[in-house]
T-cell receptor, first 117, second 119 residues
Framework: SAVISQKPSRDICQRGTSLTIQCQVDSQVTMMFWYRQQPGQSLTLIATANQGSEATYESGFVIDKFPISRPNLTFSTLTVSNMSPEDSSIYLC??????????????FGPGTRLLVL | AQTVTQSQPEMSVQEAETVTLSCTYDTSENNYYLFWYKQPPSRQMILVIRQEAYKQQNATENRFSVNFQKAAKSFSLKISDSQLGDTAMYFCAFIVGNAGGTSYGKLTFGQGTILTVHP
């Protein structure tokens, strides 16, 4: 597996503001993923981020609300824009260490717990 | 569309005993992988075990094993000799592979089962 870190680990924000979450992995990976876990719920994929291309968003998630950057093979950011209390969730990044091969497994970062007041 | 169902919101077990967590899934695909992840209170998602759909042999990892019934679309997790550190939320997850051998990358998760191990 790899070492995956996220910053910040938690934050409390005011509605209307934006927060950028960073995900760093200690090895180069092709694909990085961002998930949302609402309180007491399961994980839902927000988008897939490949280096050098635009992120691919899942139904219900848009780039204006969740812009993603992927400047290199070890780093990605997710911004939660114009936040409302409904955005209070845990945000997790994951990576596919076998990058593009069929036998892939995703490994997760520790998550960012966001509370919007 | 793929769906994953975990019908047990909560389970409990005594330390050193065995517990089985249930998972069913629905897909029309033939190439796919199944996973169990655990999420302790620290919220870190940790891979427990994975199963390739084309393999008939059930996967095992130390005290963790699965019962994979492809025809029934069932994928249960058995934890033997339960330990206090096994207390966590357990998620069953599913991912489709495509004909070119590259996964689509989208993990579909079940609702989770909270497992509590009592001393």
């Amino acid at each position: 597996s790899a070492v995956i870190s996220q910053k910040p680990s938690r934050d409390i924000c005011q509605r209307g503001t934006s927060l950028t979450i960073q995900c760093q992995v200690d090895s180069q990976v092709t694909m990085m993923f961002w998930y949302r876990q609402q309180p007491g719920q399961s994980l839902t994929l927000i988008a897939t981020a490949n280096q050098g291309s635009e992120a691919t968003y899942e139904s219900g998630f848009v780039i204006d609300k969740f812009p993603i950057s992927r400047p290199n093979l070890t780093f990605s950011t997710l911004t939660v824009s114009n936040m409302s209390p409904e955005d209070s969730s845990i945000y997790l990044c994951s990576v596919d260490l076998q990058g593009g091969k069929f036998q892939e497994t995703q490994y997760f970062g520790p998550g960012t717990r966001l509370l919007v007041l | 569309a793929q769906t994953v169902t975990q019908s047990q919101p909560e389970m409990s077990v005594q330390e050193a005993e065995t517990v089985t967590l249930s998972c069913t899934y629905d897909t029309s695909e033939n190439n796919y992988y199944l996973f169990w992840y655990k999420q302790p209170p620290s919220r870190q998602m940790i891979l427990v075990i994975r199963q390739e759909a084309y393999k008939q042999q059930n996967a095992t990892e130390n005290r963790f094993s699965v019962n994979f019934q492809k025809a029934a679309k069932s994928f249960s997790l058995k934890i033997s000799d339960s330990q206090l550190g096994d207390t966590a939320m357990y998620f069953c997850a599913f991912i489709v592979g495509n004909a070119g051998g590259t996964s689509y990358g989208k993990l579909t998760f079940g609702q989770g089962t909270i497992l509590t191990v009592h001393p």
